[in-house]
């Protein structure tokens, strides 16, 4: 068994920084005053070899809102592929796709093995709890794999006129819980303690059974801290560092 599984990894490849994120990156290292090392695949297995654990490596596809290429789902499964025991895979689609993301979705965890789906809907441009994107949520749901939602502010675009078009709203956790609502039978995560929204969170957690925290990319602030000490079962939180590598800055999805 691994030493602790890190529930929130980006890849620091040049494919996901310069490609798939592009000015978005080069927005967030000088928000973050900091520059992320690019490493290759072998690199990043062998630093978490040597941690002994386990990092669920996520895709991303925002081409509609971006216009950038996706980090594709065969991408990071071909990584999981060649090293099982360091990496765990969560799928992306971009959901302004429609039926094509539904059929990629299942895709993704039939045939290529991945384990959960990630979101972003601050940079997709979309509100989780959208009854436009319900048949792709019932889909996953479906499947029986978790579904991973950035919440909160975040790195990319901050610090810049018009945050480069990301608008903050789409990352509020209180949508969660009327996906939470609408989807019982569907797992939850929240990414991020959620400031400045994370009393909603707490109180979605608190609320409904299906809705979790991992604690990536900010240190969690008093209140969930208090919130944990108080109410330990109500807290289901995870290990996660949303890191590019464990030693850089926190990233932003």
Sequence with gaps: MPRAVDFHVHLPTTEFMQLTLGPYAQAAERYFRTEV????????????????MVGVLLAWDAETATGLPPLGNDYVAEIVRRFPQQFIGFA??????GKSAVREIERAIKEL???????????????????DFYPLIKKIQDLGVPALFHTGTNGLGAGTPGGMGIKLDYTRPIYLDSLAAD????????????????EEMIAAMQHKTNIYNDLSGWSPNTRLKRCCARWPRACKTAFSSARTTLSSHPSAG
């Design 37 to 52: 090392k690019l490493k290759d695949i072998e690199q990043i297995a062998a630093d978490y070899s040597e941690l002994d």
């Design 113 to 131: 093995g991945l384990a959960g789906a990630k979101y972003h809907p601050g940079v997709q441009a979309f509100y989780p709890n959208d009854p």
């Design 92 to 97: 992306s689609v971009d959901p302004h796709k």
């Design 183 to 198: 989807f019982p039978g569907l797992t939850i995560i929240g990414a991020h303690p959620s400031w400045p929204w994370h």
